[in-house]
């Protein structure tokens, strides 16, 4: 199953991310399950491409994150692959200023990617982030990594505080109902 997202946002969306344990490869019965646990249908819902754990991805009334930033890429297709880095907090607002600015020199990097349908960043309290992106293939956000990993750090960016992500995976996508327009500052 695949989707592009509704071109809509709430503003200031509350979002909740959490596992789904067990997914089935074949049999997707555990989707509606998992949508069942939600109080709206309103989600990105991935299968590990790997094994493990699922993911679900969901808005919220009382969610833990906000969409703090969602952008476009140019990839035209449905999104058929979903990567979750997450950076759990809390984290210092030391860390939180040299995310933000490493934000500003990484969108450039995959914007013009063929196969990026979206980039999502959500935060939390504590600074906590959780970087989501949609994908037409597993190659597209293979170009992606490969792309961010080779972009020079700005001027006066610290290393020090551009710590790794606590988790990374790779998903495929079985539900694609999450309202995402461009928000954040300009490119």
Request: aromatic residues 4%; without cysteine.
């Amino acid at each position: 199953m695949s989707a592009t997202p509704p071109a809509a946002i709430l503003d200031r969306m509350n979002i909740t991310v959490q596992t789904v344990p067990d997914p089935h490869p074949v049999d997707t019965a555990w989707v509606d399950e998992a949508l069942a646990t939600t109080a709206t249908a309103e989600a990105i819902i991935g299968r590990p491409v790997g094994g493990g754990d699922g993911i679900m991805i969901a808005a919220s009334g009382e969610g833990r994150f906000e969409i703090v930033e969602a952008r476009r890429g140019k990839g035209p297709a449905p999104a058929r692959y979903m990567q979750v880095v997450a950076f759990d907090g809390p984290r210092t607002a030391q860390w939180a200023a040299a995310e933000e600015r490493a934000a500003t020199r990484l969108w450039p990097a995959v914007r013009d990617l063929p196969g990026i349908v979206w980039t999502v960043r959500l935060r939390a309290a504590g600074n906590a982030v959780t970087i989501v992106t949609l994908a037409e293939s597993a190659d597209a956000i293979d170009a992606a990594v490969r792309a961010v990993m080779s972009t020079p750090l700005l001027p006066g960016e610290d290393p020090a505080l551009l710590t790794g992500p606590d988790r990374i995976g790779v998903y495929h996508l079985v539900h694609a109902d999450l309202p995402l327009t461009p928000v954040g500052s300009p490119a």
